[in-house]
T-cell receptor
Framework: GQQLNQSPQSMFIQEGEDVSMNCTSS?????WLWYKQDPGEGPVLLIA?????ELTSNGRLTAQFGITRKDSFLNISASIPSDVGIYFC??????????????FGKGTHLIIQP | EAQVTQNPRYLITVTGKKLTVTCSQN?????MSWYRQDPGLGLRQIYY???????DKGDVPEGYKVSRKEKRNFPLILESPSPNQTSLYFC??????????????FGEGSRLTVL
């Protein structure tokens, strides 16, 4: 399967700063999902996007489905210590009824310095 | 509580000793999948299942087997584990919606070490 290009790989930020990360693909997707993985846990869904141009918020998190359908970004405003973790993007490419699962990015490791 | 349960959470074994990692979901999801997570490589799909008795290979199926005899269970079998299968494994499930899978729900992970 293909890989999504997720960047940055890691981020070292100060508490209170805003965070931005993105994913790009050479293929068109009809779904973008953003997950967060806490240390020692499985990924948990943060935001799901289903339409090009869609902008969705979940508390301090905002994600957008790119107009070209080949990219998505996630912003976190006013970061706090519990935002630490690995953030994954995932895209789904509709293949006309086949068993299409999700393609995952390699993750952005967010580290917050007090 | 809706959840995906994996067992064991941690396992250390030796090369060649068959093992099974169980996965069970209580959400009546049609779709289930296994991933492995390795540093720098993200999540890679091993096998998936669209429904009972329907399984298919993902991106990295070599050395693994699965079965889907019941809707809720999707065990991952390593017939003859090798050190390169040392990894963190995740089971996930999803409802099947028109056009493909819905949102994936993950288990808490099983950390496997093969000596």
């Amino acid at each position: 399967g293909q890989q999504l290009n997720q960047s940055p790989q890691s981020m070292f930020i100060q508490e209170g700063e805003d965070v931005s990360m993105n994913c790009t693909s050479s293929s068109i997707f009809n779904t973008w999902l953003w997950y967060k993985q806490d240390p020692g846990e499985g990924p948990v869904l943060l935001i799901a996007l289903y339409k090009a141009g869609e902008l969705t918020s979940n508390g301090r998190l905002t994600a957008q489905f790119g107009i070209t359908r080949k990219d998505s970004f996630l912003n976190i405003s006013a970061s706090i210590p519990s935002d630490v973790g690995i953030y994954f993007c995932a895209g789904r490419e509709y293949s006309g009824g086949g068993a299409d699962g999700l393609t995952f990015g390699k993750g952005t490791h967010l580290i917050i310095q007090p | 509580e809706a959840q995906v349960t994996q067992n064991p959470r941690y396992l250390i074994t030796v090369t060649g000793k068959k093992l099974t990692v169980t996965c069970s979901q209580n959400m009546n999801h049609e779709y289930m999948s296994w991933y492995r997570q390795d540093p720098g490589l993200g999540l890679r799909q091993i096998y998936y299942s669209m429904n009972v008795e329907v399984t298919d290979k993902g991106d990295v199926p070599e050395g693994y087997k699965v079965s889907r005899k019941e809707k809720r269970n999707f065990p991952l079998i390593l017939e003859s584990p090798s050190p390169n299968q040392t990894s963190l494994y995740f089971c996930a499930s999803s409802p099947w919606v028109a056009g493909g899978t819905g949102e994936l729900f993950f288990g808490e992970g099983s950390r496997l070490t093969v000596l």
